[in-house]
């Protein structure tokens, strides 16, 4: 929200010029946003908890989002249309997708994973999601998906995407480019964990550097992705020295 308020801000010279008080086009959509929040309330004992705050939290983006439409209209509306929208990105994934992305995230960082022992050339041994090393076994637990930091990765890119990029296909480039990142991230992080924890320490992987030393692994991930953002900036600055 907070990161919405600013880029509201940014624009808001080119949001009051457009201004226009349009009840017709926002109330339909305020309206909604209620009644959904209204659903929400009826169904909160046949939801479980992440499913119901996902229908809440979207219901309030809805409402948000017609508020403005209402008070400001559909021209200012559609020049603040990234930063009302990038609220999206504060409703809960529901559980059955966030257990698809989960998945997603636990094989790719898996394969990322088996890939980096490969060319470390330490001896292994693989079964499925578990690496068996001389001395310790490590498994690519659901819980070692890295979803809340492919998340971040991800809006991050997104955010990037807005302020440096012109094509919104690139943009989606980067954001795949993105979760790919991630997963390759979350890999360096499982193999550097492995063979602290074979060579120097098993206790390691029942550590605080286990638990809770991603932000160092997140920096890698952000470092990885500048160099893409870059040959894409460079990319739209060469077609349009052509045109």
Known sequence: ????????????????????????????????????FFVAWLSQSSLDLNNHAAVTALSVVIFINGSFILLYGPQA???????????????????????????????????????????????YIREGFVFQLSNVSVEVARQCSGIRSAMAIFITAI????????????????????????????????????????YVDPRILQSDLHREGGIPFFVVALILLAPILFFLMRSEKKKMNRE
């Open 159 to 198: 955010l990037a995407g807005y302020f440096f990029l012109r094509s919104n296909w690139k943009i989606f480039i980067l954001a795949a480019c993105a979760v790919l990142i991630a997963m390759f991230k979350n890999g360096i992080r499982i193999i550097t964990l492995s063979l602290l924890g074979n």
């Open 1 to 36: 929200p907070l990161v919405s308020l600013y880029l509201l801000f940014l624009k808001q010279k080119q949001i009051s010029e457009r201004a226009r008080y349009s009840p017709i086009a926002g109330l339909p959509v305020v309206i909604s946003g209620g009644a959904l």
């Open 77 to 123: 509306y559609r020049t603040a249309l990234f930063p009302l929208l990038f609220l999206m990105f504060t409703i809960p994934l529901p559980t059955d997708l966030m257990d698809c992305f989960i998945t997603f995230l636990q094989k790719g960082s898996t394969e990322f994973t088996n890939l980096l022992f490969m060319v470390s050339g330490v001896p």
